[in-house]
């Protein structure tokens, strides 16, 4: 667990520098694993997430940076480019839903970080 956290600060902080206005001012603020009992997406479900706060007191832009949960993948997802939705606003955050499955939208990769459980 541990190093899978790890591993997302550090893919998350060198994949973006190139794409957003200032990616060190990106943090992964929080990650939930397992979720019984807390955030669900608009599908009702919910999964583990990933939060990005933008510490700036700026705009960024976090399309294009990597998350993963397989250091032997390390692209594993980028958040897609050309979507208005992943600029994070001055001192907010972002959630990314782990439901292993990007068709739902941006918001969503492609790995799973725990089973998810639809509410519907």
């Not at 899978?4 to 939930?32: P, Y």
């Not at 990597?66 to 993948?73: A, G, Q």
């Not at 001192?91 to 939208?105: P, T, V, W």
């Amino acid at each position: 667990m541990k190093r899978t956290v790890l591993l997302l600060a550090v893919l998350l902080l060198l994949s973006g520098r190139s794409f957003a206005q200032s990616a060190v001012d990106i943090r992964l603020n929080e990650v939930l694993v397992t979720n019984t009992a807390g955030l669900t997406d608009e599908n009702g479900e919910r999964c583990g997430w990933v939060e990005l706060f933008n510490t700036a007191f700026g705009m960024v832009d976090v399309a294009g940076f990597y998350l993963t949960d397989d250091k032997s993948n390390p692209t594993k997802y980028m958040i897609p480019k050309g979507n208005t939705a992943t600029v994070i606003p001055l001192r907010k955050y972002l959630i990314l839903y782990a439901d292993g499955n990007s068709q739902k939208g941006v918001f969503h990769m492609n790995f799973t970080l725990e089973g998810c459980r639809n509410l519907s």
